[in-house]
């Protein structure tokens, strides 16, 4: 993102004069209170909206002159990860999983090779076909990171992904996307759980007001113990 801005229709300035680069590989965390500009951030990601000024490019796309056709072929590029899980109620966990790769016709031998493989990822191998609702919230966020992840994207956004679950499935949950991460898979986690970023560290972006107040290396806490 280069010298990006965005100012909603009401004259709210979301984001100010943001400069911000995430290379290959890198796993930060996104911090900000609530209206910081977090969510315009990632909407800005996935073109779901336009900067006002500035250019984005993400995975080679640059969204300033992006048409309007490419948008899933961007999109694709992506795993997103949300807060609430959103997985569908009657659908088992392996199809939860394998919906994202028909939805983009991947052949079926792939799906078959490609899901139970991220289930093994993610340690939900014995639940293929549970339901969401025989779940625990830290098994459904499980489930979403591996929908996430099954079509390989070169980025994953997880968006408040330990906001419903507890802390200390908090813990495995970073520790889970942190593993992906290490297998290659640049993770921009956004959270204003401070407690989770003392403990694991890493690259912290802090954004205040619509600016990037802060974009640092911090030590963990964890890594002390």
Not at 35 to 56: P, Q
Not at 67 to 83: D, H, N, S, Y
Not at 113 to 137: F, H, I, T
């Amino acid at each position: 993102m280069k010298d990006v801005s965005v100012t909603y229709s009401s004259g709210v300035d979301a984001l100010e004069h943001i400069h911000l680069k995430i290379n290959d590989g890198d796993f930060a965390f996104v911090v900000g209170a609530s209206g910081a500009g977090k969510s315009t951030l990632i909407r800005l990601l996935l073109k779901e909206i336009d900067a006002t000024s500035g250019v984005i490019t993400v995975n080679g796309y640059q969204l300033n002159t992006l048409k309007k056709k490419q948008i899933p072929e961007l999109r694709r590029t992506i795993g997103i990860v949300f807060q609430d899980f959103r997985l569908i109620s009657t659908m088992t966990v392996y199809e939860n999983i394998a919906f994202v790769m028909r939805v983009i016709d991947s052949p079926v031998k792939l799906i078959r090779k490609r899901v139970p493989y991220v289930m093994s990822l993610v340690g939900l191998q014995d639940k293929a076909n549970a339901y969401p609702n025989e779940l625990s919230g830290g098994e459904m966020q499980r489930v979403a990171i591996a929908r996430a992840l099954v079509n390989d994207p070169k980025l994953i956004i997880a968006d408040e992904p330990t906001g419903n679950i507890d802390p200390e499935l908090s813990y495995e949950i970073v520790e889970l996307l942190r593993t992906i991460n290490m297998q290659g898979t640049t993770v921009l986690m956004v959270t204003h759980d401070h407690e989770l970023v003392k403990r694991f560290g890493g690259r912290i972006i802090n954004i205040t007001g619509g600016q990037v107040v802060y974009d640092d290396i911090m030590e963990g806490t964890a890594d002390e113990i």
